[in-house]
């Protein structure tokens, strides 16, 4: 019989509908029923490429007698984390600050008035390495619910009192300048991993919101090393197995500190930023190994997250059939000499020493995840084009992973930036297409008739749970590149919307600090605020970088303000921990250098000579700077007012603190003007 998880949207909670445990959704109803019946809540938070939630799911929550047990003693919460990033946030920093450590499966006793008294992440069902049994744990919460009831409500009084005190001061007003940035870049070097590429060691995540820092200050500042870190970076990443050789796309994170074997699962979050990151390196440097991973990237986002009604689908799991109906993390990426023979016959010898596939294996039991190891030798292109070909093939018929088809509002906001700019640069107007298609998606379903941000929806159904800032933030961004590249101000509309709802609901209007949840959502044992990148750009550095965007476009003094207050708190933080605050400053950038405002104006925007000039903008380095493109006369975008051909000619003008250069009609000089240096 199903609990009543069956009616949710969540693919995560979706999976435990049918588990003997009576879960509860987050919801007011749960504590109601922890209250009447005078039980302590049990909250569940993972989310549906978790390996280690699927484990304890199959350990526990699927067995009958812990059901029973759970039943019996608790009220049980199942959430989402990518559904109720709060609820997950404000637990999560809990659970740190009591153990020194997170993850998930997140496990948390409340009481019913949702005050976290006792913590842990995964439990195994019987005792193993120093961990008790999970339900051993619920045997001792119990108890000391029942027997030690006023003790354990003094103690969860004092988490919570000790949690409120972790407010973040906002330190400084102002936004970091040129000592700031390059106290930050020193900061980097002295952790960067030179033989390998990233940063600090094992397990190794894309530093996708650094290495956007690392070329927006090259191209400000000419600094080589800058540049330098973020090639080499790129192209470790590039060759190692946390990238899919075969279908493109990057897994979650290398777990050791050569990126040779990944966490297996596939997020939406990392490829847009990571296609987005590689589609900028090409842009700097010209680099074919750029390109073609950016390319390959987006056409792994489009043809395998993209759900049917233009969105893109959150994760693939890590997991999968290994052909014997077991479920065993990385079955469908990786490959042995024998497979390799199976497939490719002569060739197998080839494909071998290319993908650095070897008899003992790079993974457990003589398996190899594909690599690009060789940095010599020279290999036909035909040959090789052939053997990828013939290896996706083979790898089709097995038993692809689980997806979840939950669709993230922040992360399609990110997925929308990355294509429509991917598509601009390489000629590929499908891609710009697709994130046409997945921006006018978040417009029909998540956004309301007040400009209120839903965070979910799966199927063209919307999600029960309100946007959080990094969903303001994330589609504001995407907005703002859609509008830069399709001329479409409609777009630039959109972000305003979105933008406006940052200033008035999520914003401290004493300190211009921002909160993680509208002032008006639902109140949980504290507001959540976090300004440091994790994953994804923080809602706070997000908003920062997307307030400025907009009010370079339209120059608004309001929201310049409100972009440099938040920027403060990267002066505070980018000295000190850069890694961990990188799309800060890449905002911090662009407000160093203006940004610079773009418009271009030609008779037919399909003419040569305009789109030239269009291009030629849109391919220039200046950190953040904004692309108006349009008619004259056009009341598409601000930028685009008063400003007429010369000569009859497609013009384009560049402005950049309040003072515009002589306009320019050579793709040629407009370059030099969107180069810092």
Wanted: aromatic fraction near 8%; proline fraction near 6%.
């Amino acid at each position: 019989m199903a609990n009543r998880l069956a009616h949710e949207t969540s693919p995560y909670l979706l999976q435990h509908a049918d588990n003997p445990v009576d879960w509860w959704p987050w919801s007011v109803e749960a504590f109601d029923e922890a209250r009447r019946t005078g039980k302590p809540v049990l909250l569940s938070v993972g989310y549906s490429s978790c390996h280690w939630c699927h484990v304890m799911a199959h350990e526990s929550f699927e067995d009958r007698a812990t059901a029973d047990y759970l039943n019996e003693h608790f009220v049980s919460v199942k959430v989402d984390r990518e559904e109720r990033p709060d609820v997950d946030a404000v637990y999560m920093e809990a659970v740190q600050a009591a153990t020194g450590q997170g993850g998930w499966p997140m496990t948390v006793f409340l009481t019913p008035d949702a005050e976290p008294f006792y913590f842990g992440t995964y439990f195994p069902p019987a005792p193993r390495h120093g961990m008790p049994s999970f339900r051993q744990v619920l045997e001792g919460v119990q108890q000391a619910w029942t027997t030690r009831h006023d003790e354990v409500s003094e103690v969860a009084g004092k988490i919570v009192r000790d949690l409120a005190q972790r407010e973040i001061v906002q330190q400084a007003a102002e936004a970091p300048g040129e000592q700031e940035l390059a106290q930050a870049l020193l900061g980097l070097t002295r952790e960067y991993d030179p033989q390998r590429g990233g940063f600090g060691g094992a397990p190794k995540f894309p530093p996708s919101m650094v290495l956007e820092f690392l070329l927006r200050h090259h191209a400000r500042t000419g600094a080589e090393g800058a540049l330098q870190m973020a090639q080499d970076t790129c192209e470790r990443m590039a060759r190692g197995g946390i990238y899919d050789q075969l279908g493109g796309g990057f897994a979650r994170y290398s777990v050791d500190r050569d990126w040779i074997v990944p966490h297996f699962e596939k997020m939406l979050y990392d490829n847009a930023l990571l296609c987005r990151v590689y589609a900028h390196l090409w842009r700097a440097t010209g680099s074919d190994l750029a390109r073609r991973v950016a390319l390959e990237t987006a056409d792994f986002l489009v043809r395998e997250l993209r759900t049917a009604e233009g969105g893109f689908a959150s994760a693939l799991d890590a997991d999968s059939d290994d052909g014997t109906g077991r479920h065993v993390e990385g079955a469908y990426y990786v490959w042995t000499p024998g497979q390799l023979r199976e497939v490719l016959g002569e060739d197998a010898e080839l494909a071998a020493q290319y993908f650095g596939v070897t008899d003992e294996g790079t993974f457990e039991h003589g398996q190899s995840v594909l690599q690009l190891p060789q940095t010599e030798g020279v290999y036909d292109a035909g040959k090789v084009e052939s053997v990828k070909r013939r290896l996706l093939d083979a790898r089709a018929r097995r038993a692809a992973p689980g997806r979840d088809d939950k669709v993230v509002a922040a992360w399609n906001g990110l997925a929308v930036a990355a294509l429509a700019e991917t598509g601009a640069y390489f000629d590929r107007p499908d891609l710009t297409e697709a994130a046409v298609g997945a921006a006018d998606l978040l417009v029909r379903v998540h956004l309301d008739e007040h400009a209120r941000l839903a965070r979910t929806s799966k199927d063209g159904r919307v999600g029960p749970n309100a946007g959080v800032l990094e969903d303001y933030a994330d589609v504001a961004e995407g907005f703002l590149a859609l509008a830069s590249v399709t001329g479409e101000g409609v777009w630039l509309d959109f972000a305003g919307l979105l933008l406006d709802q940052v200033l008035t609901r999520f914003a401290d209007p004493e300190t211009g600090a921002l909160y993680d949840t509208a002032s008006d959502a639902e109140q949980l044992i504290r507001r959540p605020q976090d300004p440091t990148d994790n994953a994804a750009p923080s809602g706070w550095t997000a908003a920062a970088g997307a307030l400025l965007g907009y009010a370079a476009h339209t120059g608004s003094e309001a929201h310049r303000t409100a972009a440099e207050r938040a920027l403060g708190i990267v002066k505070t933080l980018g000295p000190r921990v850069p890694r961990f605050i990188g799309w800060g400053l890449a905002a911090a950038e662009a407000l160093l250098d203006g940004p610079r405002e773009v418009a271009v104006v030609g008779p037919d925007l399909n003419d040569e000579r305009t789109a030239a000039l269009h291009r030629t903008a849109l391919l220039g380095v200046a950190p953040g700077a904004v692309v108006a493109c349009g008619t004259p006369g056009s009341d598409e975008f601000p930028l685009l007012a008063d400003r007429t051909l010369v000569d009859g000619a497609p013009t384009a003008y560049v402005c950049r603190g309040f003072v515009c250069d002589l306009p320019v009609t050579d793709p040629s000089t407009l370059r030099e003007k969107l180069t810092p240096r």
